[in-house]
Nanobody, 126 residues
Framework: QLQLVESGGGLVQPGGSLRLSCAASGFTLDYYAVGWFRQAPGKEREGVSCISSSGGSTNYADSVKGRFTISRDNAKNTVYLQMNSLRPEDTAVYYC???????????????????WGQGTQVTVSS
């Protein structure tokens, strides 16, 4: 069974940090770019970041540049999202997804992804 599982979400104070993990099972992520998306209540799902299959290319939404870092460990079949300087507006359910390409082509578009995780809640609040 092809599956992506996110973990690492939780409640954090403004200015704090979290690291999300996205682990694949049933297939190897080596041949997929991987993206992170988020969806806040009442809002559309938005692209946060994407990393190419080799890890050599990364992309970020303007709202998270300089605060979030995406990385991957293909040996562990896992992609990470390090989130620093968190703000209340970062509160959302975060999803990882396997892109239909080795590159992050049109990475902000959800239809370009083949497999999705179930999401992990991130809440930034004092």
């Amino acid at each position: 069974q092809l599956q992506l599982v996110e973990s690492g979400g939780g409640l954090v104070q403004p200015g704090g940090s979290l690291r999300l993990s996205c682990a694949a099972s049933g297939f190897t992520l080596d041949y997929y770019a991987v993206g992170w998306f988020r969806q806040a209540p009442g809002k559309e799902r938005e692209g946060v970041s994407c990393i190419s299959s080799s890890g050599g290319s990364t992309n970020y939404a303007d709202s998270v540049k300089g605060r979030f870092t995406i990385s991957r460990d293909n040996a562990k079949n896992t992609v990470y999202l390090q989130m620093n300087s968190l703000r209340p507006e970062d509160t959302a359910v975060y999803y990882c997804a396997a892109h239909g390409s080795v590159r992050c082509s049109f990475w902000w578009g959800a239809p370009n992804y083949d497999y999705w995780g179930q999401g992990t809640q991130v809440t930034v609040s004092s």
